[in-house]
Structures are given as C-alpha cells and as structure tokens.
C-alpha cells in the first residue's frame, strides 16, 4: 500500500484489514492529498482498491474483497488486531463453562445504525441466517458448524454448545459479522446491495453502492469504539494497475491497495509517496501434480 504521510484511521479506509490479506511483500500506498486533507481538516477520503466486493451482503461469499468491505460496516464477537492476535468484540470476554460449552459475555451500550441496542439475539439472527444464505458460492457455515446449540442466557449473555472439546470456537467467531435482528434471519442479498439491510454496529454507514464503481460510506458518531477520523470515505474499484497508480499520482485518490511490483521503485522515491507494509499470513505455494500420469 502507498500512501501519503498521514495516520490512516483505524479500519476506516480499509488499509489494516487489506494489509492482512496481501501476499508477503506487497504494500498500500498513500498520496501527499490524504496528508494535505488531513492537516487541513478535511472530513473526505477517497481510495482505490484492485478488487471490487461481489456483495455487500456480509454472509454470502467467504471473500476477501467482500470481507474487506463489511469490516467497514458490521463487527465482529471475536477481533482481530494487527497480529491476528484475538482481541474483544463486540464480545468483551469469553470463557469455557465446561468441555463442550463457551459463554460469551456481549459488549453493552452498542447500537446498531438504525439506533436498535445490540443483543444477544442478533447473534442468534445471524447464527440462523449464515447456512441459509441462497446460492451463496463460499458459504460462511464452514465458521459455524462447531456450533450445536446456541443459549440466550441474557440480553448480554450467550451460550454456544459444541460437539465434545472444540477449542477453535473463538478464531471461528472472529469470521462471522453480526446483523441486526430487526432484518430478519431470511433477509436476501438483494436488500443489503440496495441498503434496506445495511444496519450494523461498525465505524462507518452506507451512503450508496455502485456495482463495479464504488462505495461510498459515511462516519457512524454512534460508533461505540474509536471514531474514524473521516466522516465520509469513498471506497472505488480500479482493477487496472495502470489506471489506480494514475489516481494516486494525479491526488485523484489519496490511498490505494495491491501496488504492481514493476510500479514500486519508481513510487518509492516519488516525494509525498509513502508506503505500508505488513508480512501476511496468506501462503501461496505450487505443488507437483501426482494424480495425472499426464498432467492437464
């Protein structure tokens, strides 16, 4: 990732998240415009991603564009910080009753962006929904099938029963966005790409989607952690590398993604062009074909 030299917001222009989901060695670049804006005040950043979202529904597809996307506008039980390390939710602790029962203590005060209060029933909304989720390509189920049971113990309390010892439950949960009860466990796609669903307990709010274009989202003040520093960001999809390293050096956009490699030495000595740069825990590797006397 390129960038500018300013301090990005936490999650709030997708840098973080991205950063984990990068090959090792790739990077976010950043503009002089996001710093310029930033010391000036400004309350607007824009940013190009390589890949757009398939969905902004949270629960349809197990994809990195995609999850990129919700962390922007729902949360999680379980988080993660920038070492993948688990941290505290919208669950504040969790703990093991016996062999094959968790308890989850949920975070209070939290409102989703339609002003309803976080409970544990929209755990259980969500819980229901995920493997039923219509034609869904990658289903999320595959993070939720250690679960055999579910408890509402009270409003802040939850209870997820498993099949024996089941120690990844916690890693699980750190996969799953919760939605808001009022939506409905059978609430399609369609009515989150069109906003109807959009409601969650996440830094941001969605202003508008274009398919294959952009998002644009505004700052939730409600928001019950740290306030991004942006009150609205838009979010655009350039696939082409060519294209999206022109945005960043034209002060088009202030903040891109997926930086082409040929691209790097020229924009590492670009003045106003700084770069972030994480090791990811992707492995991509080839492995020799021995179920084919010819390969195909």
């Known amino acids: 990732m390129a960038s ?3 301090r990005l917001p936490r999650r709030a222009c997708l840098a973080l998240p991205a950063l984990a989901l ?23 950043l824009n940013l190009a991603v390589a890949a757009p979202p398939t969905t902004l529904d949270p629960h349809y597809h197990t994809l990195s564009p995609n ?10 039980l379980v988080g993660l910080d920038s070492r993948a390390q688990l941290r505290p939710g919208l669950a504040e602790s969790w703990k093991l009753v016996d062999d094959s029962t968790w308890e989850f203590k949920l975070r209070q005060g939290v409102k989703f962006s339609n002003g ?23 289903s999320f189920s595959i993070y939720t099938r250690g679960i055999a ?10 209870r997820f029963r498993t099949n024996g010892v ?33 409601i969650g307990t996440g830094p941001f709010r969605l202003v508008s989607f274009s398919p294959d274009d952009r998002v ?42 997926v930086v082409p490699p040929a691209d790097m030495p ?18 991509i590797y080839i492995k020799l074909d021995m179920e084919h006397e010819v390969s195909p």
Not at 24 to 35: D, I, K, N, P
Not at 149 to 158: G, Y
Not at 177 to 194: A, E, K, Q
Not at 266 to 283: D, H, K, Q, V, W
Request: proline share 6%; aromatic share 8%; hydrophobic share 35%.
């Open 4 to 6: 500018t030299n300013t």
């Open 22 to 44: 990068l090959p090792r060695g790739a990077a976010l670049a950043q503009g002089s415009g996001a710093q310029g804006a930033s010391a000036a005040g400004s309350s607007t």
């Open 67 to 76: 999850n990129m996307m919700a962390e922007h506008f729902f949360d999680r």
């Open 116 to 138: 309803d209060d976080f409970t544990a029933e929209d755990v259980l909304t969500t819980l229901r929904r995920i493997p039923n989720v219509v034609n869904s390509p990658g």
């Open 149 to 158: 049971s579910s408890e509402v113990v009270d409003p802040h309390t939850i």
């Open 166 to 198: 089941y120690p990844l439950l916690p890693q699980d949960l750190s996969q799953i966005y919760i939605i808001s009860r009022s939506v409905g466990d059978r609430v399609s796609t369609g009515d989150f790409n069109n906003g109807r669903a959009m």
């Open 216 to 257: 644009v989202m505004a700052r939730n003040d409600a928001y019950w952690g740290e306030k991004p520093d942006w009150s609205q960001v838009t979010y655009r999809f350039i696939a082409n590398d060519g294209v999206r390293v022109a945005a960043l050096l034209s002060g088009d956009v202030q903040l891109i993604d």
């Open 266 to 283: 020229r924009l590492r000595t670009t003045p106003g062009i700084t770069f972030a740069e994480t090791p990811s825990l992707r492995s």
